[in-house]
């Protein structure tokens, strides 16, 4: 339990928070994985057998913001392509 509070102290670590975060663990409680309107980042253990491990965290940043959609800026009076 212990193992897994701290990887989602680690998810909630990497994932910076602005809005809302979500964060869901896996039924196995092998991965923990937190995602916001920055990305998301999953933290996942792969156990030893002899009480230890290791963690792996995974960051994927969504796109960046576009305020003026995917064509980005078009002055007016421009014509578009």
């Known amino acids: 339990m212990k193992m897994l509070n701290a990887m989602a102290l680690l ?3 990497c994932v910076p928070a602005q809005a809302q975060t979500i964060v869901k663990i896996s039924p196995d409680r ?3 994985t937190a995602t916001n ?3 998301t980042a999953t933290s996942t253990i792969v ?12 960051y994927q940043p969504k796109p ?3 305020p003026m959609g995917g064509a980005g800026y ?8």
Do not use: C, E, F, N
């Open 30 to 32: 092998s991965a923990v």
């Open 47 to 58: 156990r030893d057998g002899q009480g230890g491990g290791t963690i792996t965290t995974r």
């Open 64 to 66: 960046s913001y576009q």
């Open 37 to 39: 309107d920055k990305g």
């Open 74 to 81: 078009q002055p007016m009076g421009a014509k578009s392509r």
């Open 11 to 13: 998810a909630m670590l």
